[in-house]
């Protein structure tokens, strides 16, 4: 993306929407629906998945809405965040034994190989480009290390149609949008190897009711069955990849 201003613009947004709302939806640049729905499919593809236990980083954690879910689960997590007046809010509203640390993704102030695991959801949109903060996050998990990383999808038929107008319009890109193959290709890239990709399919909060039509099992199955069809209609999705372990 070839927009210096990109990652600042959102830096900005995010630390005023922690400090001027205070819903864990709102924090996060999600309407309640929206979240809710990410909340119950990350929830269904984490319990189906058991990844490792020990020690978890929660990156982009905004008001900690998964950090609380892992730490509940009994995993140690550290919520981290670039916007201090979020983490201050995560901090009122969960255990007391949960750390937080204000960071920026490109410049982790933690060890190499020191995580058991790290999840990113909702910070790759609002960069410039994944590459730098996949390799970061690499450089932190521990050999055999799982990431769990979201980003919007660009596949998405009613999200390509938009963006084009958009475009036409002459307006800069509001977010950043990642095909799915490609960022599949930056992790191999930054060292990681791809274990999974989940589609999350959303629709519009006016159309809420209908929401549940596309969590169904049946629903699911098609969708991650057929590819391209889960594509066209994700709005987002989840690679689950891990650092290699280390040879013998």
Aim: glycine share 8%; net charge positive; hydrophobic share 40%.
């Amino acid at each position: 993306m070839n927009d210096p201003g990109f990652e600042q613009r959102w830096r900005q947004r995010f630390s005023e929407r922690g400090a001027q709302l205070d819903d864990d939806a709102g924090i996060a640049g999600w309407t309640p629906t929206g979240l809710a729905s990410r909340v119950r499919q990350f929830d269904r593809l984490w319990t189906r998945s058991r990844p490792p236990a020990g020690h978890w980083v929660d990156i982009g954690c905004g008001a900690g809405t998964y950090t609380r879910r892992l730490h509940a689960q009994g995993h140690r997590v550290l919520g981290l965040d670039y916007s201090a007046p979020s983490l201050f809010k995560a901090r009122a509203r969960s255990p007391r034994d949960i750390p937080w640390l204000a960071a920026d993704i490109h410049r982790l102030p933690l060890a190499d190989a020191s995580a058991d695991g790290i999840l990113c959801f909702g910070v790759m949109q609002a960069l410039s480009a994944p590459a730098p903060a996949l390799a970061e996050m690499r450089r932190v998990l521990k050999p055999g290390g799982e990431l769990w990383v979201d980003a919007l999808n660009a596949r998405c038929l009613p999200t390509a149609i938009r963006e084009r107008r958009r475009q036409r319009s002459g307006r800069p890109p509001h977010l950043r949008y990642d095909a799915p193959a490609a960022f599949r290709g930056e992790a191999i890239a930054a060292g990681l190897e791809p274990l999974a990709l989940y589609w999350l399919p959303l629709v519009p909060g006016r159309l809420a009711a209908l929401q549940g039509m596309l969590e169904n099992r049946p629903a699911r199955a098609v969708l991650q069955g057929l590819p391209p069809l889960g594509a066209l209609l994700s709005h987002s999705f989840i690679l689950r990849a891990r650092r290699p372990p280390a040879e013998n």
